[in-house]
């Protein structure tokens, strides 16, 4: 396949007796962009889950984005995430950073949460985040403060651990509401 290309397949059990079986694959269009997709199948559930992603890196700029969309059931979730890295360096990235990221849910209540966000490296690829943020829906607004500590390891994820970072980004999402 080269380096262009990439596909897995995944097994995950969960402590609930469900298992979800992940089938995967992703390419490399052109320099700094990964597209990929997946399809995972649960074993207590006719409602599969179908996944779309584009990560885009272009010197300074981060996109990721995904969408998530249930075949039974018609929910989607989608998730537009960015960082842009200036000021000078503790490492050969950059030192500071700042983002945007906004969440859309629909699972017959549609739900929307934004967060503008900075960050700061404290050591090598070690980043100290905080973001502020407002999760919007059929509610009264909720008002939302995140501190985090993020360690990168690697250029990319691989693209297994990517699909399931967004199934668990998903989950969290979804037991809030």
Not at 34 to 53: F, M, R
Not at 76 to 87: A, I, Q, T
């Amino acid at each position: 396949m080269g380096d262009a290309f990439t596909a897995g397949i995944g097994v995950i059990r969960y402590e609930d007796e469900e298992t979800a079986t992940l089938l995967y694959g992703g390419f490399t269009p052109a320099p700094g962009t990964l597209v990929y997709g997946g399809v995972t199948a649960y074993s207590d559930s006719d409602d599969n889950e179908l996944l779309l992603g584009v990560d885009y890196r272009a010197g300074p700029l981060e996109i990721d984005s995904f969408l998530v969309s249930f075949t039974e059931s018609n929910d989607c979730f989608f998730v537009l995430d960015g960082w842009y890295y200036f000021g000078g360096g503790i490492s050969s990235r950059m030192d500071m950073r700042g983002g945007l990221s906004v969440a859309r849910l629909d699972f017959g209540n549609t739900v929307t949460s934004t967060e503008i966000k900075a960050g700061i490296e404290v050591s090598e690829n070690v980043w100290l985040d905080a973001g502020v943020g407002r999760i919007s829906g059929d509610f009264d607004d909720v008002d939302t403060f995140s501190v985090g500590i993020n360690m990168e390891l690697g250029d990319r994820r691989l693209l297994g651990n990517r699909i399931r970072d967004n199934q668990r980004y998903l989950m969290e999402s979804l037991f809030f509401f």
